[in-house]
T-cell receptor, first 118, second 108 residues
């Protein structure tokens, strides 16, 4: 398994400002992911954070709005830029690790960052 | 593209067995995950199926049939704490595509 922490756990921000969310893992992992969960909805993948290269974004998400850093194999940040109330969501990072069952693996989520934009 | 369907809500009785279904249409995937999510918390990993068949882990079992585009999560000996949302997700090179989740309410 993996122990994942996120900072901050929650924040209330004003429209037009930016917030950087940190994700720390207790072991080195190749792949880290950032998801968003809007109120009452399921999770949607924002991007894959690649170590040593630019993040790979999913359709509907762009680097200018959600810049991502991945300076090493245990850490990543996601910035939500120029925020609007529509950005109010829970933001979660996740990692996948070897499941110890041959070819299978397991993917774990951090505790999430609850963002409210006013 | 990918399309994943789950029932929106289910209700079951404490001590009973409940099966939560997940059907999907996709051009390809590596495996299928099931997660449990309590209100206000992050999703918790339950199971990961790569091959067809049943994976059992304590009170929880998950089944996958690739040919039928179908999976289910089976919860036995239901407890009140099992009241939560259950999410199925397809994995493609590590990326997860989630269904909308099934909210399970366990009643005494």
């Amino acid at each position: 398994s993996a122990v994942i922490s996120q900072k901050p756990s929650r924040d209330i921000c004003q429209r037009g400002t930016s917030l950087t969310i940190q994700c720390q893992v207790d072991s080195q992992v190749t792949m880290m992911f950032w998801y968003r969960q809007q109120p009452g909805q399921s999770l949607t993948l924002i991007a894959t954070a690649n170590q040593g290269s630019e993040a790979t974004y999913e359709s509907g998400f762009v680097i200018d709005k959600f810049p991502i850093s991945r300076p090493n194999l245990t850490f990543s940040t996601l910035t939500v830029s120029n925020m609007s109330p529509e950005d109010s969501s829970i933001y979660l990072c996740s990692v996948d690790v070897e499941g110890g069952r041959g070819s299978s693996y397991e993917q774990y989520f951090g505790p999430g960052t609850r963002l409210t934009v006013t | 593209g990918q399309n994943i369907d789950q029932p929106t809500e289910m209700t079951a009785t404490e001590g009973a067995i409940v099966q939560i279904n997940c059907t999907y249409q996709t051009s390809g995937f590596n495996g299928l995950f099931w997660y449990q999510q309590h209100a206000g918390e992050a999703p918790t990993f339950l199971s990961y199926n790569v091959l067809d068949g049943l994976e059992e882990k304590g009170r929880f079992s998950s089944f996958l049939s690739r040919s039928k585009g179908y999976s289910y999560l089976l919860l036995k000996e239901l407890q009140m704490k099992d009241s939560a949302s259950y999410l199925c997700a397809l994995s493609n090179t590590g990326k997860l595509i989630f269904g909308q989740g099934t909210t399970l309410q366990v009643k005494p």
